[in-house]
């Protein structure tokens, strides 16, 4: 859920009341400190919010807090005229969503900030995790908030273990049990002030007796040095924090180098400031000339490096680390195991529905999976053909345009580029096809060839829909697919026969290679690819026989895939290999693996690859690891990510995105891939970016070609210096920065191409409202 308005001001400060358990005296706390603000600064406004109230009206405690302190402003936004929890009064009502109690706070919130300085408590119902109308917990619903929290201890019998579960105290002093001393040791050797004052008096059968006792008390307490000590002490946190806010980028300035970055271009006024995380949004710094509203909420459009996937803060991905933090910390690996890598191992092989694939290889990050991926492939091939490498370099086949990360071994499996013609030790090692793209091009499909190349790869050809672009079976017969193969065939027996070059893997990004530009590349032209490069033995080995008996291991050279951008449900599959209709021998995967929250990759591989490192001398064995190999907290936080999203796509959750684009379709498997794509397989082609929408801002004049898939959407924009140094996107990225009244928008670029990236539990109604802005920007 998008928080879509800032919860911190400088004028007003914000408190939540929670409490450890119920009926441990939220509301009596709350007007102690209601009383102590009025009488502390009789100029500022004192509010009161209960968002939610259950029982009856009589008894409301924003009634209590206008009875005993009636100078505050008390308020409830929604009264359940039964005395049970939310979840269940709200039964007889219609639905209410979470969204909708967090943008009335919010709102109200912001009605206090622009009624003048003061201070507003808000008081949660219930304990700490009792549920919200809809069902969830009430922590969950008000985190993204990230108000300073006052929790009210639960001073009876058990109470020690309520609090401590609760964390942050602020309890009530019981001369029976004397929890509060425990406490205050506990919580002090943390740095979390705990204050004890005396419990209010017992109830009277004479409610006017009653009452006069009541106000006497908090009379007495509101003037408590300890109370005293607490609003003071909050009030200088509130000031803190915006000092730190506001001092956060000009620190960063001089001291963080930051990745892809030109340092000339970076100024303290250009480093966003980042105060929390919540779904799709960041809250951060507002820019000059809002100094009231001191955040804004700025939806991560490159869902932060493309590794987020299931929202900033998700409570299952949280709780999913804590738990195996506390269970295992991290343990080394090597010769050991332990649950979570596992059953990772288990579930990545078993849901790839690649039965070439049978193993897999843990490391920290994309970029060291795929140095993984090209070892373990070179080696395989070098083993088999007997490669020399003294005589010569082994190389790799690719595409132009390829991006496979930043270590030594990756850089030189791409071409020479902006990335890597700078770093001293880059070589180049291998050949690069160009090859057709698919782009929508002023409201049409089309595949287009690279210039220069249209007799070999054939012409512009324009398509119904993207369904009919994915349709390699009915697209493996067509002229263009003789074409493709006619030019992968003679340019391999050139490379190879003619000009003596010796190759070891052929690497690729499926679908869309991401960092080289997000280019879509034509699903039929890599299908062949790999068609022609496993059927080309004879080439590679120059006419040496290897036969196969095991229909799944690898022939010609090894495949990998490279899916660390585009697998995983990025592009609404499981794997992105599906759509090419072809399985590798060696796939890579990270960045959506854990779902933004900690690094994790893992590189599959099938048992004809791995046989390859089998031998009776160690240096034969794949020497490659990480101190933090398959790190239990990765693992299990994997886990439950892949969990999640298997639970999203079975259960419908994507069902109107795909309603949008139009149900998908299904085709017959190739002849080379029968025995292991048995039948019809349905590959449902949609984007979370919706059909009008890029069908609509293609005919912009400023648009060269749109694309869209899964949560993808890449626009690129007319440059005649098109590529990763153009500038012609700046324009557009500062109007998304600049946003709308309600969040604005980060973006990176990639030169002309111009990105954003949904996140696979974005809500429709924010990607339309994005879809809007960019609208106004581009037509």
């Known amino acids: 859920?998008?928080?879509?308005?800032?919860?911190?001001?400088?004028?007003?400060?914000?408190?939540?009341?929670?409490?450890?358990?119920?009926?441990?005296?939220?509301?009596?706390?709350?007007?102690?400190?209601?009383?102590?603000?009025?009488?502390?600064?009789?100029?500022?406004?004192?509010?009161?919010?209960?968002?939610?109230?259950?029982?009856?009206?009589?008894?409301?405690?924003?009634?209590?807090?206008?009875?005993?302190?009636?100078?505050?402003?008390?308020?409830?936004?929604?009264?359940?005229?039964?005395?049970?929890?939310?979840?269940?009064?709200?039964?007889?009502?219609?639905?209410?969503?979470?969204?909708?109690?967090?943008?009335?706070?919010?709102?109200?919130?912001?009605?206090?900030?622009?009624?003048?300085?003061?201070?507003?408590?808000?008081?949660?119902?219930?304990?700490?995790?009792?549920?919200?109308?809809?069902?969830?917990?009430?922590?969950?619903?008000?985190?993204?908030?990230?108000?300073?929290?006052c929790l009210v201890a639960d001073h009876k019998l058990g109470g020690i273990s309520a609090s401590i579960s609760a964390f942050e105290s602020l309890h009530f002093e019981d001369s029976h049990y004397q929890n509060h001393a425990y406490l205050r040791e506990y919580f002090e050797k943390k740095d979390i002030k705990t204050i004890a004052i005396p419990a209010p008096p017992k109830r009277n059968n004479n409610d006017s007796e009653d009452f006069e006792m009541m106000a006497e008390y908090y009379k007495n307490m509101s003037k408590h040095d300890a109370v005293e000590e607490l609003l003071d002490r909050l009030t200088l946190k509130h000031e803190k924090r915006i000092e730190n806010l506001e001092d956060m980028a000009g620190r960063a300035h001089k001291q963080i180098w930051y990745p892809f970055t030109q340092h000339k271009d970076v100024s303290e006024k250009t480093i966003l400031t980042v105060d929390s995380a919540y779904g799709d949004f960041f809250q951060t710094r507002v820019r000059e000339g809002k100094e009231e509203n001191l955040l804004t909420p700025t939806f991560d459009g490159s869902a932060s490096w493309w590794t987020q996937g299931l929202g900033h803060g998700n409570p299952d991905l949280s709780l999913a680390a804590a738990y195996a933090a506390g269970r295992y910390g991290h343990v080394m690996f090597a010769g050991a195991i332990n649950e979570p890598s596992l059953l990772l191992a288990e579930s990545l092989l078993g849901n790839m529905h690649n039965p070439r694939l049978q193993k897999v290889f843990y490391s920290d990050n994309g970029s060291t999976g795929m140095e993984v991926a090209a070892k373990m492939a070179l080696a395989a091939s070098s083993q088999r053909y007997k490669y020399n490498v003294a005589k010569g370099e082994v190389g790799i086949l690719g595409l132009k345009g390829s991006y496979h990360g930043d270590t030594i071994g990756t850089m030189d499996c791409s071409e020479p580029c902006i990335y890597n013609e700078k770093v001293h030790w880059y070589q180049g090692r291998g050949y690069w096809f160009d090859f057709p793209e698919v782009k929508l091009k002023k409201g049409n499909w089309v595949v287009e060839s690279p210039a220069g190349m249209e007799a070999a790869l054939g012409s512009k050809s324009e398509y119904d829909s993207l369904n009919d672009i994915f349709d390699i079976e009915a697209r493996n017969t067509s002229s263009t697919a003789k074409l493709y193969r006619k030019y992968i065939e003679a340019t391999l027996e050139r490379l190879v026969l003619q000009e003596g070059k010796t190759f070891g893997a052929l690497i690729m990004e499926p679908v869309i290679l991401g960092a080289g530009g997000m280019h879509f590349v034509d699903p039929l032209f890599q299908h062949t690819l790999v068609s022609v490069v496993r059927e080309s033995s004879n080439i590679f080995s120059h006419g040496t026989s290897y036969p196969q008996s095991d229909p799944n291991a690898w022939t010609g050279l090894p495949v990998v895939f490279d899916e660390v951008f585009t697998g995983l449900y990025r592009l609404g599959r499981f794997s992105a290999a599906s759509f090419v209709q072809t399985h590798p021998d060696i796939s890579c995967h990270a960045k959506l693996l854990t779902g933004g929250l900690v690094p994790l990759c893992t590189t599959l591989a099938s048992d004809s690859i791995y046989d390859a490192f089998l031998s009776s001398d160690k240096r034969d064995a794949l020497l490659h690891g990480h101190s933090y190999t398959a790190h239990a907290v990765g693992c299990h936080v994997a886990n439950t990510s892949l969990n999640v999203m298997m639970d999203l796509d079975q259960?419908?959750?994507?069902?109107?995105?795909?309603?949008?684009?139009?149900?998908?379709?299904?085709?017959?498997?190739?002849?080379?891939?029968?025995?292991?794509?048995?039948?019809?397989?349905?590959?449902?082609?949609?984007?979370?970016?919706?059909?009008?929408?890029?069908?609509?801002?293609?005919?912009?004049?400023d648009v060269d070609s749109v694309i869209a898939l899964g949560s993808v959407l890449a626009i690129a924009l007319h440059d005649e210096h098109a590529g990763y140094t153009s500038s012609a996107t700046t324009g557009l990225q500062e109007r998304m920065l600049e946003g709308c009244t309600q969040f604005n928008i980060h973006s990176r670029v990639l030169g002309n191409v111009f990105y954003l990236m949904a996140s696979q539990t974005s809500k429709p109604e924010t990607l339309r409202d994005i879809e809007k802005l960019l609208s106004e920007a581009l037509l």
């Open 1 to 149: 859920m998008a928080s879509k308005t800032s919860s911190l001001w400088r004028a007003l400060r914000s408190y939540q009341i929670y409490g450890a358990n119920t009926d441990v005296g939220k509301t009596v706390m709350s007007t102690i400190l209601c009383k102590a603000l009025v009488s502390k600064s009789p100029s500022e406004n004192v509010w009161y919010l209960k968002p939610v109230s259950t029982g009856p009206l009589s008894e409301a405690d924003n009634r209590h807090i206008s009875q005993f302190s009636p100078e505050t402003r008390t308020h409830c936004l929604y009264q359940f005229d039964e005395a049970v929890s939310p979840h269940i009064a709200a039964r007889s009502k219609p639905p209410l969503p979470d969204s909708d109690i967090l943008q009335n706070v919010l709102q109200h919130l912001k009605s206090c900030a622009e009624a003048g300085p003061g201070v507003t408590l808000l008081e949660t119902a219930g304990g700490v995790h009792s549920p919200t109308p809809s069902g969830t917990s009430q922590a969950d619903l008000y985190r993204s908030l990230r108000l300073p929290i």
């Open 651 to 701: 259960s419908g959750e994507w069902q109107p995105y795909k309603d949008d684009w139009g149900v998908g379709h299904t085709f017959e498997s190739t002849q080379s891939e029968s025995k292991s794509m048995p039948g019809k397989v349905e590959i449902p082609v949609w984007s979370s970016w919706s059909k009008d929408f890029i069908h609509k801002i293609s005919m912009s004049k």
